[in-house]
């Protein structure tokens, strides 16, 4: 509690810094957004936004609310998240998927099959509070255990077709920003991709949330980097480098390449810059900068991009290359805007 000592001291601090900022016509910064508000990464993440958006509209919780994103984008067929997507390089569709809430409760599956949507099993495994992580066959057991439908071992037409058309050169090599690729004109928004579109890689969805009581929560989904080697987990699960969540400073999500994010534990990277002063913007500069600084001829080639927000409603964002986007929706706006970048 405040005493009256504590109260005097920190009015003759703050009044006058209060005054000195209402001298200088300081406003909310622009990247301020009021709460409720939830971001997502990509173009898409307006899609993902929309079904978090019903929750926190009605004072639901950040964690309901980011569940229903990952859901969304796990359910959409244009999407490249979920059983939809394109395959590993054997032909298998694997998944990864990580939650994370207030109170630092979290849950991730990776490298899952069968299961449509991988989020709600990781949420799951975070509410049954014994573990946090489980992989393969494991994680698939948990799922069907708690009531998963297995779903049958079946690629989409579109995946089919983009596989074997790869199995051609059999080269993996993940295309810059491909996550905004638009299909081809007249399919629409939600059409299915096709290999014509060039698309060889997959839409991570990475969706943080600040609910109306002021609580962060985050989620994250993918079906990792299209024709991965079996096996191959991404960042995306990993608490820490594709998501991290602290509800006194912030939260951030990442998409590009995951093995990139993982040698830095991206996003706690990030929120530990903002923990010491950053702005969400600067944090994942610096992020940023530590991957291009270990290689900074590979970073030419690679997407990485990171996207925060704080605790009052701040939201930045930052990538290696121009093109990457995230989106942001509240009461007032529903926009997506483009990350500034390293190279341009
Ligand atoms: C991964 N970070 O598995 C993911 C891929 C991604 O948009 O973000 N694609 O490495």
């Not at 622009?30 to 929309?50: F, L, Q």
């Not at 859901?71 to 490249?80: G, I, L, P």
């Not at 949330?209 to 990792?224: F, H, I, K, R, V």
Request: glycine content about 10%.
């Amino acid at each position: 509690m405040t005493n009256r000592r504590d109260f005097l001291r920190l009015s003759a601090i703050g009044l006058p810094l209060i005054a000195a900022g209402r001298a200088f016509g300081q406003k909310m910064p622009a990247s301020r957004y009021t709460m409720p508000v939830v971001v997502s990464t990509w173009d898409s993440g307006i899609r993902a936004n929309a079904a978090a958006w019903n929750v926190l509209k009605a004072k639901g919780r950040a964690i309901d609310a980011v569940e229903q994103a990952a859901r969304s984008a796990e359910d959409e067929k244009s999407c490249c998240v979920g059983l939809e997507a394109f395959p590993d390089r054997d032909g298998y569709v694997t998944l990864d998927a990580s939650i994370m809430d207030d109170k630092a409760n979290c849950g991730s599956v990776a490298f899952i099959e069968h299961i449509k949507n991988p989020i709600s099993v990781a949420r799951k495994l975070m509410e049954s509070g014994k573990h946090v992580f489980l992989a393969g066959d494991g994680a698939l057991q948990f799922a069907v255990e708690n009531g998963f439908k297995r779903m049958p071992n079946q690629l989409s037409d579109d995946a089919e077709k983009a596989w074997h058309e790869w199995l051609k050169k059999s080269e993996y090599k993940p295309v810059v920003n491909i996550e905004n690729t638009k299909p081809k004109a007249g399919n629409g928004p939600s059409a299915p991709m096709t290999f014509d579109d060039g698309r060889f890689n997959h839409d991570t969805m990475g969706t943080i949330a600040l609910d109306a009581d002021g609580n962060l929560s985050g989620a994250c989904t993918t079906s990792g980097m299209a024709f991965k080697t079996h096996g191959r987990v991404g960042d995306s699960p990993i608490i820490g480098a594709g998501l991290f969540v602290d509800n006194k400073v912030g939260a951030a999500t990442s998409s590009g390449v995951g093995e990139e994010v993982i040698r830095i534990c991206g996003t706690h990277t990030v929120i530990e810059m903002m923990r010491f002063g950053h702005t969400p913007e600067a944090a994942c500069k610096e992020a940023i900068r530590r991957i291009v600084d270990r290689d900074p001829k590979a970073a030419k080639d690679i997407q990485v991009g990171f996207v925060a927000i704080s605790k009052k409603g701040v939201v930045g964002a930052y990538a290696i290359q121009k093109g990457f986007t995230y989106s942001v929706t509240n009461e007032h706006v529903n926009k997506t805007l483009p990350s500034k970048s390293w190279f341009n």
